[in-house]
């Protein structure tokens, strides 16, 4: 499985991208695996203020619905439109194109609680 | 529980869920793949957990016409229908399919959930000169589906696979018939369970994609083909469900008889809908609320995103005024509520 180095992840599968005080959020590349085809995704709007360890989107596929947790808490300021008419993204580019939302970080200091890809490796067993 | 294909699940990538206390593959490849391989080719499916019972006996065929729905007397030998076993307030118990095997021998394919159920209430009404057996366990199954299916009959059996449905063929050990789930011609292998593993890999030589029960679903709602649990049940009767046609009320009696005949003068109460989404929309499951404007109409009994049409679709009761085709309604999905219509059965019409 890919585990990018540049990014933190939450147990709950999500990663985060963080640039200065914005991050960017996805599912693993482990996540989407697991969920296999998936045929929706409902990033959250624009404005929206997300916590952590709260949902924030969900993305479904033929089989189940399943929620998306944000990482981190703050303001929604970018959806992926690209995902919501292209679901498959988040299977065959999880990491890139298959992004769902980003967001103004209101608490960087949440971000210590994410695991480093080497935990996160751990985790998924390898 | 198990079926004797289990290690052949695991081998071929399947990923295992429950499916009412028997460990079966949900997918292997992918839902869409394997949905796609038996509408436009050939896939195969693991039916072992289903259940095989043997009547037999001078009076076998009259005492399942006094159980079952449908008129097994009327069976030539070599054939198959499809029937229900209702209880006395005519609702379903199962549903089934019946084959002929000989004059006076029959074999009984029931839902795997309820083997047990159905053996116990089919044991509890037999009769003098009828001998029943319950012998789900020795049987595995494969069910081949797909336009393709045809090349693999060949490559199994060496003769032409029958272009009727419902036909019986004698291929030695065990039984072929030209049933199926998925609304593909194809057919259906009971084998002794021991040789499943040797038919398991001669069907997969063959050319067919291992499928799980995840695209059985998918495959059977757009044929509008029920699940006996989601939407039949022993509170609705066949006629509520749209299964008259395989009710004859020409028989002297049979078991919910008087309760569907009742039914029919008074007027069926709700009837089972197919439902199309005709807006975007996630994808449908069951017990999803049906609206039409604020009044809760019922919920859905199955639902999916139809792989073959590309949008939401489903099954649900609604009442009887309320159930023509092009009547419209909504289903809720998380709070929000989508446009959908009551669509004429099935909802996948394979362009020919």
Redesign the interface.
């Given at each position: 499985m890919n585990v990018p180095e540049n990014l933190r992840y939450a147990e709950s599968h999500e990663w985060i991208l963080v640039e200065g005080d914005t991050g960017t959020v996805g599912i693993t590349d482990h996540a989407q695996a697991e969920l296999t085809d998936i045929v929706f995704a409902e990033p959250p709007a624009v404005g929206k203020s997300v916590k952590a360890g709260e949902v924030a989107a969900v993305v479904e596929s033929v089989k189940a619905a399943s929620d998306i947790y944000s990482p981190v808490s703050g303001e929604v300021i970018a959806r992926n439109e690209a995902v919501e008419g292209n679901p498959a993204l988040l299977n065959t580019d999880p990491f890139g194109a298959g992004w769902i939302y980003k967001v103004r970080l209101s608490d960087p200091a949440e971000l210590s609680a994410l695991k480093d890809p080497a935990a996160y490796k751990a985790q998924i067993g390898g | 529980m198990r079926t004797p294909l289990y290690d052949a699940h695991l081998a071929a990538g399947g990923?295992m869920v429950d499916f009412s206390g028997w460990e079966m593959p949900?997918?292997y490849s992918?839902?869409?793949?394997e949905h796609r391989a038996v509408r436009e080719n050939v896939g195969v499916f693991d039916i072992s957990h289903m259940g095989e019972f043997f009547v037999s006996g001078p009076r076998a065929a009259e005492w399942l016409d006094s159980l079952l729905t449908n008129h097994a007397a009327l069976l030539a030998v070599g054939q198959a229908h499809y029937s229900l076993l209702l209880n006395t307030r005519g609702g379903v118990i199962d549903d089934l399919i019946v084959y002929r095997l000989d004059h006076d021998e029959f074999l009984l394919v029931v839902n795997a959930a309820k083997i047990e159920e159905d053996a116990a209430w089919m044991k509890s009404r037999l009769i003098e000169g009828v001998t029943f057996e319950n012998r789900s366990a020795e049987f595995a199954a494969l069910a081949v589906q797909g336009p393709r299916s045809s090349d693999v009959f060949e490559k199994l059996f060496g003769s032409p696979m029958p272009a009727e449905r419902n036909r019986v063929s004698d291929v030695g050990e065990g039984f072929v018939v030209t049933t199926g789930y998925t609304g593909e011609k194809g057919f259906e292998w009971i084998v002794p369970a021991g040789g499943a593993g040797e038919a398991w890999s001669k069907v997969l030589a063959a050319g067919a994609l291992p499928c799980g029960l995840?695209a059985r679903d998918?495959l059977r709602l757009e044929m509008c083909y029920p699940l006996n649990g989601s939407d039949l049940s022993p509170d609705h009767s066949p006629l509520e469900s749209g299964l008259g046609f395989f009710v004859d009320f020409s028989k002297p009696d049979f078991v919910g008889k008087a309760a569907l005949v009742a039914q029919k003068a008074s007027g069926v109460p709700r009837r089972l809908c197919a439902l199309k989404v005709t807006e975007k929309s996630?994808?449908i499951?069951p017990h999803y609320g049906i609206f039409a404007g604020d009044i809760r109409l019922g919920e859905t009994t199955s639902g999916?995103?139809s792989?073959s049409l590309g949008c939401g679709i489903a099954m649900a009761y609604l009442p009887n005024e309320l159930s023509r085709p092009g009547q419209e309604v909504a289903i809720e999905v998380?709070g929000k509520q989508f446009r959908a219509c009551v669509h004429k059965k099935p909802l996948y019409l394979k362009a020919l």
């Open positions: - | 990923r949900v997918q992918g839902i869409l793949h995840g998918t996630p994808p499951r999916a995103l792989p998380r």
